[in-house]
């Protein structure tokens, strides 16, 4: 295990989500599966307790534990795109999968973790600052799914 991980509490399904991440995201894939060795609240020995799996090369740490807490946009997952199929291709799998969408690049999976599906574009546009920021950000705020020629446009000033 990583001496930084990440943990990720699931209800129960850490082995589905993770098996998900690993055939959705390149540099993924599921480490390792580890059962109770007793009962336990919410559990019962023999039950996966945990998986270790990776999402883009970051460890994580899946936890079965329970519904006693929920995922929050406090945390998300930002996922850097090179174009619109690759955004595309990203955003449909988490969608298109039981998550659901929201504004400006973020989607929830459907076991309630955040993703922002983020063109290399905009974080360009938005690293430029001034009015090519200004632009940006102000057609990026109208959208669900980034659209990468309106970002392109809003750089160039067509907006």
């Not at 055939?23 to 580890?34: E, M, Q």
């Not at 995922?71 to 298109?96: C, K, L, M, P």
Request: hydrophobic share 40%; charged share 25%; with cysteine.
């Amino acid at each position: 295990m990583s001496k930084n991980t990440i943990c990720l509490w699931y209800d129960h399904d850490a082995e589905e989500a993770a098996n998900f991440y690993a055939r959705t995201f390149p540099d993924s894939a599921v480490k390792a599966l580890h059962r109770a060795p007793a009962d336990y609240p919410g559990g019962q020995a023999g039950n996966v307790l945990t998986v270790e799996f990776t999402v883009f090369g970051v460890a994580c740490l899946g936890l079965n534990g329970g519904d006693t807490f929920k995922h929050s946009e406090a945390f998300s997952f930002q996922i850097a795109t090179e174009d619109q199929a690759e955004t595309d291709r990203y955003w449909n799998a988490i969608v298109g999968n039981g998550g659901e969408e929201s504004q400006c690049g973020w989607c929830r999976d459907k076991w309630g973790l955040s993703w922002q599906i983020t063109p290399r574009v905009l974080t360009d546009a938005m690293a430029q600052g001034g009015e090519v920021a200004k632009r940006a950000f102000e057609v990026m705020m109208e959208m669900g799914k980034i659209d990468v020629a309106k970002i392109e446009a809003a750089v160039r000033g067509k907006a």
